[in-house]
């Protein structure tokens, strides 16, 4: 499971809503903060690790992170959880 915290301008990176019809992703949450509208928390849950940093990678090389990352007030909070 991924978990991103971003903060973003008044809306989402458009592409954001693209992520759960990639392949390895096999659901998205995406939660707005209700005192801070411009913060968003993304719950993924892919099929695996290795599926998720493919992913993110591509994104990186064909240059759609930068795109989605002009959306971005800050760099992103990332981390890989695991359910108990």
């Keep these: ?3 991103a915290e971003i903060a973003a301008f008044p ?4 592409l954001l ?10 659901a998205v949450s995406v939660m ?3 005192q801070g509208p ?5 719950v993924e849950t892919w099929e ?3 599926r ?3 992913h993110f990678d591509s994104l990186m090389a064909n ?3 930068a795109g989605m990352a002009s959306h971005l007030a800050t760099p992103p909070s990332s981390a890989y959880f695991r359910a108990l």
């Design 32 to 34: 707005q903060d209700v």
């Design 17 to 26: 809503w693209r992520i759960p019809n990639t392949p390895g992703c096999m």
């Design 11 to 14: 809306e989402p990176p458009p």
């Design 48 to 50: 695996s690790q290795e």
């Design 52 to 54: 998720h940093s493919a």
């Design 63 to 65: 240059g759609t992170w």
């Design 1 to 3: 499971m991924h978990h």
């Design 38 to 42: 411009c913060h968003f928390t993304l």
